[in-house]
Structures are given as C-alpha cells and as structure tokens.
C-alpha cells in the first residue's frame, strides 16, 4: 500500500516548491521498514500574479488600517456603559404637590378614622361626594382643576356632616 503525502512551500524568490513523498506500508511487523523517496517540484508563478497579490495586501492592510481607527472612534463612544442607578437610602423621598398632600391628608386622616380604614375602596367614594359638594358651592366647572382652597371647603363640610357622605 503507498501514502502519497505532498507539502507546498512558496520560496523567497517567487517560486512554488512542492515537495512528495512516497511511502510503502506492509502489515506485517517484520516488513516495518519502509521505503521513502522524495521528489521536488518546481513551479514558476508570473510575476503578474505576485504584484496582484502585493497590491491586494496593500489595500487589504489600507482598508483595515482605516475600519481600526473608526472602530476606535465607536469604542470610545459606546464603551460608555448605562448602568442603574443606585438610590441612596439616605436621599429625601420625591414630595407631592401641595393639592395632593391636601387631598391624601383629607381621606386618610380626616375620612379614614370615620370609615375605620385608609383603604382607598373605602375612603374615595366619600371623598368624591365631599370633592364634588365642595366644587359645586365654589362655583367650579367639571374642567376646573382642583386647589388646595376647595380641599380645605370639602374638609370642612365633611366634618361638618359626615353622616351625608357615608
């Protein structure tokens, strides 16, 4: 049996050398020994061919050298990684208006002693009715927004007489 095994090499001056080598393989342990005989092969390449491939690693190597400096510019830029922010515990928590801090301290202090919870289930529906009696005596229209004055009027006839708005 005989294994052909060739090697290519590109020499220096341009010229391929390709390089065989023949070997016999026996099987039996006693026939080990193998023959081996070498052969070269010498091709010519045309120096067409070699300044083609020069100038295409010349551009090749212009082309990567110009993507690096503009893959540099887009690292710098998008190296920049967003992560969360972690919020200190310390920090003053975010204030409500003034309109909402009146409207929060009517229901859960002034309406949710009376109804017996905070839950807004349970505090909105008198809430609204004391809101809309309020807006209804100051004269103010369905667009109109709400002020800390009508909260305060809806206070004062919620306590007046709650049983109404229960």
Not at 140 to 164: C, H, M, P, R, Y
Request: hydrophobic letters at 30%; glycine letters at 4%; a positive charge.
């Amino acid at each position: 049996m005989e294994k052909i095994v060739s090697k290519t090499k590109n020499a220096k001056n341009g010229k391929k050398v390709v390089k065989q080598k023949k070997s016999e393989v026996s099987d039996s342990a006693s026939d080990m020994s193998s023959s081996v005989s070498s052969v070269e092969i010498v091709a010519k390449t045309t120096k067409a061919k070699t300044t083609k491939a020069k100038k295409a690693k010349v551009t090749k190597e212009v082309v990567q050298e110009e993507t690096e400096v503009s893959n540099e510019d887009k690292v710098k830029t998008t190296k920049t990684k967003r992560t969360k922010k972690v919020k200190d515990p310390n920090a003053p928590k975010k204030e409500l208006n003034p309109i909402m801090k009146e409207m929060n301290k009517f229901r859960n202090e002034i309406i949710g002693p009376v109804v017996g919870s905070k839950a807004p289930k349970l505090t909105i529906p008198p809430f609204k009715l004391a809101m809309a009696d309020a807006r209804a005596q100051m004269g103010l229209g369905e667009k109109d927004k709400n002020t800390v004055v009508s909260v305060q009027k809806a206070i004062e006839l919620f306590q007046k007489d709650n049983s109404k708005y229960m």
